[in-house]
């Protein structure tokens, strides 16, 4: 089987209400003419966080506006991914190019997966889909012209390889529409008009985001051996160099000659099946830590089968003093919203997306290098005072900008206006 759907639960928009009235209010509305549109959402994996985790509620919240929202996911051969994760890397910024073995093996396994899933679209009759990052993207490109098509970029390609965006021109040039999290991650020769900005969201009701005690939180970081009366610090994220857990190991080092009984905790389960470098890094990582008995490393999903990963993510940012997100290239962070939505102060890498999230010593701290990470590790630390302070703040901003009605409403309105252009 070269595809699968994933089967999802409407889930009310409701909910959301009394946080977000009139955002709910606008979703409502938005889906008035949507309702019994058949919208396909096509991706990689429904595993992990980022993509998966934001589609998982996306596609429950548009089922809940009788929006007949169907999420499918591919199933390709294990060098594709090798493939493209090289290509992700690229439209990252990574030195290189993508040579043209991997452009003929990455085109045929694309045109290999489309000759099963286009059959099965043209068998349910879309009136709408929308392919989620580059992946599917070659694919989307193969379902017959007259359904509309968006293509859903997820990553940050401020500053993009130009051998491979070139590479991909052809067929993004066939979608009728672009989102993107941000204005510089759009390319220069795609339709302006064409080009819908959508940064995305979190849903606080998931395992992950709703609210648990501080005292809960400390009682599951009990069981890992982590000290809850001594000084946390976390980053939540994949093993990854543009995630920079070096940096943050580094930081951690400089901070711990001014706070002996600091704690670093680094927590990046491994789940999805499109990211191939993630464990061959973790190495890398556990080697740069040097067995330091407070350096906590978690990796291996099936230490939380007890407690899940979410559950656990969520006691680690509740739980923590400070929370790290130290990218260097980040299209959005959600882990950053996440533990805003927890009024955590957090100190956050100088990339685009984190950019888009944290307005600089108002409700978080944006930094450039370990020495720096550090000065503010320490200055929040001992002063408790300001990180609640950036916390509140921060929360605030999470609700009224990163929660699930707006990015619905703007998904939706994406919709409408591509439907409506392909009516002309």
């Not at 990854?240 to 580094?250: A, F, R, T």
């Not at 993510?313 to 929370?323: C, Y």
Request: glycine letters at 6%.
């Amino acid at each position: 089987m070269v595809f699968e759907e994933i089967k999802i639960l409407p889930q009310s928009i409701g909910a959301y209400r009394h946080l977000d009235k009139a955002g709910v209010k606008r979703a409502i509305l938005a889906a008035t003419h949507l309702k019994g549109k058949r919208v396909f959402h096509i991706n990689s994996t429904e595993k992990g966080g980022g993509v998966a985790e934001m589609l998982k509620g996306q596609v429950a919240l548009e089922r809940s506006l009788k929006i007949d929202s169907r999420w499918l996911v591919i199933r390709p051969k294990e060098e594709f991914f090798q493939i493209t994760k090289k290509i992700h890397n690229l439209l990252q910024g990574k030195a290189g190019f993508l040579s043209g073995k991997e452009q003929r093996a990455y085109l045929v396994e694309s045109y290999r997966i489309a000759k099963s899933i286009v059959p099965f679209l043209k068998k349910n009759s879309p009136d709408l889909i929308v392919i989620h990052d580059p992946q599917p993207l070659v694919v989307g490109c193969e379902i017959p012209s007259e359904v509309p098509r968006i293509f859903r970029l997820h990553i940050d390609t401020s500053t993009p390889s130009a051998n491979t965006i070139e590479f991909l021109r052809p067929f993004l040039e066939r979608y009728n529409a672009l989102i993107v999290s941000g204005d510089e991650y759009s390319p220069s020769w795609f339709s302006k008009k064409k080009i819908h900005v959508i940064m995305p969201s979190i849903d606080p009701f998931s395992e992950k985001n709703r609210r648990i005690s501080v005292e809960e939180a400390r009682e599951i970081l009990m069981q890992f051996n982590i000290h809850p009366d001594r000084p946390i610090i976390a980053q939540v994220s994949r093993f990854d160099p543009w995630k920079d857990p070096m940096g943050v190991i580094d930081a951690y080092y400089r901070t711990k000659n001014k706070i002996p009984d600091l704690q670093l905790l680094l927590v990046g389960i491994f789940q999805a099946y499109d990211d191939p470098e993630a464990l061959q890094y973790f190495e890398t990582v556990k080697r740069h830590a040097k067995g330091d008995p407070d350096i906590h490393l978690f990796s291996d999903p099936r230490r939380f089968v007890e407690i899940g990963n979410d559950m656990f993510v969520n006691a680690v940012q509740t739980a923590s003093d400070v929370i790290l997100q130290k990218s260097t290239r980040e299209g959005f962070g959600l882990t950053v919203t996440e533990a805003m939505w927890k009024g955590k102060a957090v100190i956050g890498g100088d990339a685009s997306g984190i950019r888009f999230q944290i307005k600089n010593g108002k409700d978080g701290f944006i930094v450039s290098d370990a020495k720096k990470a550090s000065r503010l590790i320490i200055k929040l630390i001992k002063n408790p005072g300001l990180a609640a302070k950036i916390g509140k703040a921060a929360q605030k901003k999470v609700v009224k900008k990163f929660l699930r009605p707006r990015y619905i409403k703007e998904n939706l309105d994406a919709y409408n206006a591509v439907l409506k252009q392909n009516k002309k």
